[in-house]
């Protein structure tokens, strides 16, 4: 983590749950750093602790994977009104570009999946008794353990990435 780019973002207006958010820290952690500046000179605007607002809300579910289109839907707003909102973000300085959404831990990784099999999944799931994403995961790790890859896809290509004739 950059200190020197938390504290330019916090200069620029972005505020700390975004930034947390951004950063994969607490919130407490970047107020302290944000903290620790101010009480060195800088000057970074401090915002009243309320909910998030709108724009804080959007910026947040991006970072955290969701697509525009989908937080539009959520949120019961124009999908331009979420790209107008990003591009505002981007333009005060926050790379939302270089950001791995979706992924907050580094050995974590998000799926996403057609509507269709993100439909059989829940459905798979609600017969098992749980969630879909505890199901997704059971599954990945099966594959994964008990080197199931090539079984699963079938595309002809062995673990050392060699065509099968």
């Known amino acids: 983590m950059s200190s020197e780019l938390l504290i330019q973002l916090a200069q620029n207006g972005i505020k700390e749950s975004v930034l947390a958010t951004f950063f994969g820290m607490t919130p407490k952690a970047v107020a302290a750093v944000l903290a620790k500046a101010r009480a060195n000179g800088v000057s970074i605007r401090k915002y009243k ?3 998030l607002s709108v ?3 959007i910026v947040i579910m991006y970072l955290e994977g969701a697509s525009p289109k989908s937080i539009a839907s959520e949120l019961d707003c124009a ?11 981007r333009k005060a300085g926050l790379p939302l570009d ?7 831990q580094p050995d974590e990784v998000v799926l996403r ?10 459905q798979e799931a609600e017969q098992r008794g749980i969630e879909a994403d505890t199901l997704a995961q059971l599954l990945m790790d099966a ?5 199931l890859i090539d079984a699963v896809l079938d595309d002809g290509t062995s673990e050392e990435g060699q065509t099968c004739h």
Request: hydrophobic share 35%.
């Open 113 to 122: 999946f057609k509507e269709r099999n993100a439909f059989r999944l829940k």
């Open 143 to 147: 594959i994964l353990t008990d080197s």
């Open 49 to 51: 602790a309320t909910d």
């Open 79 to 89: 999908t331009q009104a979420i790209y107008g909102t990003l591009a505002r973000v």
């Open 98 to 104: 270089d950001h791995p959404r979706g992924m907050a």
């Open 55 to 57: 724009s804080e809300r």
